[in-house]
């Protein structure tokens, strides 16, 4: 478990667990010869891959940015991904009942983001945090409603139509913030709609930049996943972030880094991005 402070914010790295995914999708078009150099895949060509939420203290609210893969994957994409489901274990690791959640914020909707905003209870999807308000962009649920052939896999509608319904979760149209010190962004790239969650405070500023660099691995611009929906997006969004969050010293905060939940990103003397430890 990771934590630390940041201005008058804690921040908790919390994980559901790590689980497999193929180092080929992992790192699209970048050749394998090059990827394994910085992480090595095992003999079915599957590399680690991280499952990080972020809790969020203000000393008004707790926030739970991203909630993993979950328990409710289907029999045969469990097989694919497996399902270490530890979240909630982990979270009661760190002294945190779900009945503490005040606001849940998904990036996106795709499963091993959004997997535990729900839970069975016998034959009924019911709310893992009870009390919480859940956040999403609205066009992220329009299109998790009617994904396309290429990535209908990706949703699993019982992780965010029940909230919906029952008008806890609340659907954006834009940036926005939630609460002071904390907003919402747009970044495209690897869905239309995908956000990343910004924390400011007492001048300090971190960023939950989600798949749009989904581990320090994914640095480089032209580093993408070959499940981003529109690749030079991608790029294009990658070049916004750094734009603003280097010169600015953001710490940035990685979805599916098993090994590093946060790092800040610099250039070096060659102009390459690599990610300095958070102390």
């Not at 609210?61 to 029999?75: A, D, F, P, S």
């Not at 945090?129 to 396309?148: D, H, I, L, T």
């Amino acid at each position: 478990m990771h934590r630390l402070t940041l201005g008058n914010f804690e921040l908790t790295a919390i994980s559901d667990g790590t689980y497999s995914l193929d180092g080929g999708s992992f790192f699209g078009v970048i050749p394998k010869s090059l990827w394994q150099k910085k992480v090595a895949p095992d003999d079915r060509n599957l590399v680690p891959t991280g499952l990080n939420s972020i809790v969020v203290r203000t000393g008004d609210k707790t926030i739970l940015i991203e909630t993993g893969i979950g328990n409710k994957l289907t029999e045969r994409m469990t097989k694919i991904y497996g399902q270490p489901a530890k979240l909630l274990d982990n979270l009661a690791a760190a002294k945190i009942a779900p009945e503490d959640i005040d606001i849940v914020i998904n990036t996106h909707l795709h499963f091993d983001h959004c997997g535990w905003n729900t839970i069975l209870r016998g034959a009924t999807v019911v709310p893992t945090f009870p009390r919480a308000k859940y956040y999403v962009q609205e066009g992220e649920w329009q299109y998790a409603r009617q994904p396309s052939e290429r990535d209908a896999i990706s949703y699993i509608s019982a992780n965010y139509d029940p909230l919906v319904s029952n008008g806890q979760m609340q659907l954006l149209k834009a940036d926005q913030e939630i609460v002071p010190g904390i907003s919402v962004a747009v970044f495209p790239g690897h869905t239309r709609h995908m956000q990343a969650v910004i924390l400011r405070s007492a001048g300090k500023t971190a960023c939950y930049i989600s798949d749009l660099i989904p581990t320090t691995w994914h640095l480089d611009l032209t580093w993408g996943m070959s499940f981003d929906l529109f690749p030079l997006e991608t790029i294009a969004n990658k070049k916004r972030y750094y734009a603003q969050a280097i010169p600015e010293k953001w710490l940035t905060l990685f979805t599916h880094d098993p090994n590093t939940p946060w790092a800040y990103v610099e250039k070096d003397e060659k102009e390459k991005m690599v990610a300095i430890k958070a102390v």
